[in-house]
T-cell receptor, first 114, second 112 residues
Framework: NAGVTQTPKFRILKIGQSMTLQCTQDMNHNYMYWYRQDPGMGLKLIYYSVGAGITDKGEVPNGYNVSRSTTEDFPLRLELAAPSQTSVYFC?????????????FGPGTRLTVT | RKEVEQDPGPFNVPEGATVAFNCTYSNSASQSFFWYRQDCRKEPKLLMSVYSSGNEDGRFTAQLNRASQYISLLIRDSKLSDSATYLCVVTLIPYNNNDMRFGAGTRLTVKP
């Protein structure tokens, strides 16, 4: 049971390039999330999904897109990278049900846009 | 005012010390509260939920003060392995993880 996995671990992009951050979980969780964490700041929710085929915006969705075609995968797409998107990106998942509140995070992707 | 505020620290304490962190939240409608731990350059992991009556898990005690809108985390008998950043997390809707707000974290270093 690998939990939540993310690829790549590190990436450097040039301004205007695009890329997809991959996230996969093997816990059969319905809920999945993408966060970004800037230095000295709390995690900010970018997008989330409550199940395959259903996604919604979080606090800071501009410049990003997501899809959820399967329960396991929740990729995050950056279309036109900007320096403001330099950050650490965490994917997370949790099970359904009122008591299953713990979010399990992936190891993160460190992205630099120059 | 930030939605969730924490003293960034760092708190530098010797092994065996007792240390406490506070976290204040701005929205009085906040319902659920958590402490997460984040090691350097790693992902956050749930340390404990915070219940209205306060709760304890080994050396860790969490408390909630709704009137003053803060939660606290007390660590007794600090270990070197407790060195990490502690994130305060608040949600508006009970058990709704789509509405979590994270504090920036309090950094703790436990020294020998």
């Amino acid at each position: 049971n690998a939990g939540v996995t993310q690829t790549p671990k590190f990436r450097i992009l040039k301004i205007g390039q695009s890329m997809t951050l991959q996230c996969t979980q093997d816990m059969n969780h319905n809920y999945m999330y993408w966060y970004r964490q800037d230095p000295g700041m709390g995690l900010k929710l970018i997008y989330y999904s409550v199940g395959a085929g259903i996604t919604d915006k979080g606090e800071v969705p501009n410049g990003y897109n997501v899809s959820r075609s399967t329960t396991e995968d929740f990729p995050l797409r950056l279309e036109l990278a900007a320096p403001s998107q330099t950050s650490v990106y965490f994917c997370a998942s949790r099970g359904s049900g009122r008591l299953k509140t713990e979010q399990y995070f992936g190891p993160g992707t460190r992205l630099t846009v120059t | 005012r930030k939605e969730v505020e924490q003293d960034p620290g760092p708190f530098n304490v010797p092994e065996g010390a007792t240390v406490a962190f506070n976290c204040t939240y701005s929205n009085s409608a906040s319902q659920s509260f958590f402490w997460y731990r984040q090691d350097c350059r790693k992902e956050p992991k749930l340390l404990m939920s915070v219940y209205s009556s306060g709760n304890e898990d080994g050396r860790f005690t969490a408390q909630l003060n709704r009137a003053s809108q803060y939660i606290s985390l007390l660590i007794r008998d600090s270990k070197l392995s407790d060195s990490a950043t502690y994130l305060c997390v608040v949600t508006l809707i009970p058990y709704n993880n789509n509405d979590m707000r994270f504090g920036a974290g309090t950094r703790l270093t436990v020294k020998p």
